[in-house]
């Protein structure tokens, strides 16, 4: 049995989520829409239609590369690549081949860089679905997706394990959210994985003369299996002195298994050119460093400054960055003055909300603020307790404060009789009364 | 038609001869189909539209850029809106399809890509 290594690349799509579509104004949110009520001439590809490129999505894409370093194209331009495919209305896609937007790039893994090929941007497909129709097996077209501004991100094949891969996967999730530019939701096919896997000898260098692809993978843990099951396939055919086939294969869920989708006879010839309706793009210094300024903080930046400002841990910084509901929640909570008051540190409130709190969305930060307040003081029921709980009730009941504000007298005992509730009877009445009036 | 793997545009294209099986790639490449008869026929077309073509190995190229665009054109876009005017409805999109079925085109089951 001989050692191998694994080499293994990605291709990621990621769907933007810009209003409109890449090269017309149809709506580009296709999710769980009627099929087919989304279209234009350009986008079914009807003669005589006119493409025009989506400003967002071009200053998106340069956005993302920015963010992994990659090298901005100073011209860039769009080519047609043809095939036949029924999720295709036009006999070829809108792409890039020869000048994408961005070269280059890395994300750092705690196995090793992995550095970026190129990231262009391009149009995603219509979407299929195989059904019977009166007794006759058929693929179903609508076209509602096709035309969505979508990004391709392609990897060096620096990968070595489905663990770098996964880790790397993660870490590109993470931008591509905290940069804003997509939902990168998996379940919704908006980012979709295609791992390119083969093996070498151990110590030998150089690409193997064949290579795997593995079609549309929607979950990082699939992606993962995927990669282990080719690596134990190909060892095995090598062992036997065999070369696997170069192909492309798809991920059986249920068979928890790659299968062999298509053996390609040929190399697939695209025919690409450049499309002639679209003129290429230009970029000054100025507009690329402009988009650099307007960029959002990233997952690495959010990290160091959570742990410098609030003395947050590794761990702690990590899984806020995860979770956008989360870093809401604690950025609001370490801010209320309440929390200062009380003196409750950073890592107490991240704590609290990675421990305690199942889901963000449901809680206020003056919510979690009073829990913590009270936690920490089980006898002494200090000022701070009864201002986090009034605050809480304020935040909670925004009618009633507004009722009270347009003079109805009740709104505040209703209020006050709500804040004494949620005391348990803990507290000076009076202070509470005297607290609340003056919040009011 | 020119086959970008076969032809580069800066190189001479003298004494091309289309073979018909050049023919039959081209055409399962754009997914005509093309009888033996035509095939032989197309051949002999090609090649001499080719060599129609190839007087333009005769013009001094030295010097001259190539370019894929002629307008002289660049940085043409739109801004992020939604063009609800342009917008078909789905019985409008589906007007033409051959077959179709509860707001879906229809075609014969292709594998999965
Ligand atoms: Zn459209």
Redesign the interface.
């Known amino acids: 049995m001989n050692t191998y290594e694994p080499v293994i690349g990605l291709e990621i799509h990621v769907e933007l989520k810009?209003?409109?579509g890449m090269f017309?104004?149809?709506?580009a949110d296709h999710f769980a829409k009627?099929?087919?009520?989304?279209?234009?001439?350009?986008c079914?590809g009807l003669p005589g239609a006119l493409p025009?490129?989506?400003?967002?999505?071009?200053e998106w894409t340069i956005m993302l590369g920015l963010a992994l370093g990659s090298e901005i194209s100073e011209v860039s331009?769009f080519d047609r690549k043809?095939y036949?495919?029924?999720?295709l209305p036009k006999?070829y896609q809108i792409s890039q081949y020869d000048q994408p937007l961005c070269r280059g790039g890395m994300i750092a893994t705690s196995f090793g860089d992995v550095r970026i090929h190129r990231v262009h941007l391009e149009e995603d497909t219509g979407k299929?679905?195989?059904?019977t129709?009166d007794g006759?097996?058929?693929?179903?077209?609508?076209?509602n997706r096709s035309g969505v501004p979508l990004v391709e991100i392609v990897t060096e094949a620096d990968i070595k394990s489905s663990e770098q891969a996964k880790e790397f996967l993660k870490k590109l999730h993470q931008i591509v959210r905290f940069l804003g530019i997509s939902d990168a939701d998996m379940e919704k096919g908006s980012m979709r994985l295609e791992p390119n896997i083969s093996l070498r000898k151990a110590g030998e260098k150089g690409l193997p003369n064949y290579k795997v692809e593995v079609?549309?993978i929607n979950s990082f843990r699939f992606a993962a299996m995927a990669i282990e099951y080719e690596i134990k396939r190909h060892a095995l055919l090598l062992d036997n002195g065999t070369t696997p086939t170069q192909e492309t294969r798809?991920w059986d869920e249920a068979k928890n298994a790659t299968v062999s989708?298509?053996t390609k006879e040929e190399a697939a010839?695209y025919?690409?050119?450049?499309e002639?309706d679209?003129?290429?793009?230009?970029f000054t210094g100025a507009y690329i460093e402009n988009i650099r300024t307007h960029m959002p903080q990233l997952p690495d930046a959010y990290k160091a400054e959570v742990k410098a400002k609030y003395g947050l841990n590794d761990n702690q910084a990590n899984v806020l960055s995860e979770d956008f509901g989360k870093m809401k929640l604690f950025s609001g909570t370490v801010s209320l003055p309440a929390v200062q008051e009380a003196t409750i540190s950073g890592p107490a409130v991240a704590n609290w909300i990675i421990n305690k709190v199942p889901d963000a969305s449901s809680v206020s930060p003056a919510h979690v603020a009073e829990q913590i307040i009270q936690s920490k003081q089980v006898t002494h029921v200090d000022d701070s307790v009864l201002i986090a709980a009034i605050d809480a009730v304020l935040s909670e009941n925004p009618k009633a404060v507004a009722d009270y504000k347009a003079g109805k007298e009740q709104s505040k005992m209703f209020l006050y009789g709500t804040v004494l509730k949620r005391l348990a009877g803990k507290g000076d009445k009076q202070k509470v009364m005297d607290l609340l009036t003056g919040k009011l | 038609m020119l086959h970008y793997s076969n032809f580069r545009y800066n190189e001479p294209m003298k004494d091309t001869t289309f073979t018909t099986s050049d023919v039959r790639k081209i055409a399962g490449l754009a997914n005509i189909p093309v009888t033996d008869e035509e095939a032989q026929d197309l051949a002999e077309g090609f090649t001499k539209t080719l060599k129609v073509v190839d007087t333009l190995s005769e013009v001094d190229v030295t010097g001259v850029t190539p370019t894929n665009q002629v307008t002289g054109l660049e940085n043409v876009f739109r801004e992020d809106e939604i063009d609800k005017t342009r917008i078909f409805t789905q019985e409008e999109a589906l007007k033409n399809g051959k077959r179709v079925h509860k707001g879906f085109f229809v075609v014969d089951q292709v594998l999965e890509q």
Do not use: W
């Open positions: 810009t209003k409109s017309c104004g149809c709506p009627e099929p087919n009520t989304a279209t234009c001439p350009v079914l025009v490129p989506n400003k967002k999505a071009v331009k043809h036949f495919y029924p999720d006999g299929l679905q195989h059904a129709v006759k097996k058929v693929t179903l077209v609508d076209f079609k549309n798809g989708q298509r010839d025919r690409y050119f450049p002639p679209i003129p290429p793009m230009r």
